[in-house]
């Protein structure tokens, strides 16, 4: 099975501006999740989407938002960028009904703002 | 507020040395994950426990979840310069099987 992938993987922007990212799970996988990293606050959970709905949501704030297909393909958004958004973008794919919710990760989008 | 806390933050160790990394919570989880994560990629899944007390092996890596299920110990037997990375450690607390906590990791640095 094809792992979970991300694109675009590396991305320059200024502050102000937007930016979409997208994810395709794994074959199979109806629950996408996302993730900011940043050395120091470490994995942050973005959301979580289920057959096209929002499950589930972290404390970011609406400029952070994101959507999920019928093919699963999910994509985040995040409008006026700011400079503490430059992070890596986490997307993980999980089966349903897995133990403990086991999260398959992409290799994730290296977002820079300048 | 529920927390995993990960110990050490920085390890740096020879090559063929044997080192344990610790996963503590005063929480109950129904099951814990670990995970490998090296530069410029995502996390990977290494293993799930989910059983008070239970200890798993892979290879020179041993896991052991606690058995309150509030911990959880990684063990390397021979560290290899591949070990290299950072160490994740995520759980599911009792009772919420759809949420996980993310400890801030480990970061392990295995020299030649």
């Known amino acids: 099975k094809a792992g979970v992938t991300q694109t675009p993987r590396y991305l320059i922007k200024t502050r102000g501006q937007q930016v979409t990212l997208s994810c395709s799970p794994i074959?199979?996988?109806?629950?996408v999740s996302w993730y900011q990293q940043t050395p120091g606050q470490g994995l942050q959970f973005l959301f979580e989407?289920?057959?096209?709905?929002?499950?589930n949501k972290g404390n970011f704030p609406g400029r952070f938002s994101g959507r999920q297909f019928s093919n699963s393909r999910s994509e985040m958004n995040v409008s006026t960028l700011e400079l503490g958004d430059s992070a890596l973008y986490l997307c993980?794919?999980?089966?349903?009904?897995?133990?403990?919710?086991?999260?398959?990760f992409g290799p994730g989008t290296r977002l820079t703002v300048l | 507020t529920q927390l995993l806390e990960q110990s050490p933050q920085f390890l740096s160790i020879q090559e063929g040395e044997n080192l344990t990394v610790y996963c503590n919570s005063s929480?109950?989880?129904?099951?814990l994950q670990w995970y490998r994560q090296e530069p410029g990629e995502g996390p990977v899944l290494l293993v799930t426990?989910?059983?008070g007390g239970e200890v798993k092996k892979l290879k020179r890596l041993t896991f052991q979840f606690g058995d309150a299920r509030k911990d959880s110990s990684l063990h390397i037997t021979a560290a290899q310069t591949g070990d290299t990375g950072l160490y994740l450690c995520?759980?599911?607390?009792?009772?919420?099987?759809?949420?996980?906590?993310w400890g801030l990791g480990t970061s392990l640095a295995v020299n030649p």
């Open positions: 993980a794919s999980s089966l349903e009904g897995a133990p403990g919710n086991e999260q398959f």
């Open positions: 074959s199979g996988h109806r629950s």
């Open positions: 989407y289920f057959s096209e709905t929002q499950r």
């Open positions: 929480s109950v989880f129904s099951s």
């Open positions: 426990v989910v059983t």
């Open positions: 995520a759980g599911s607390p009792a009772g919420n099987n759809r949420k996980l906590i």
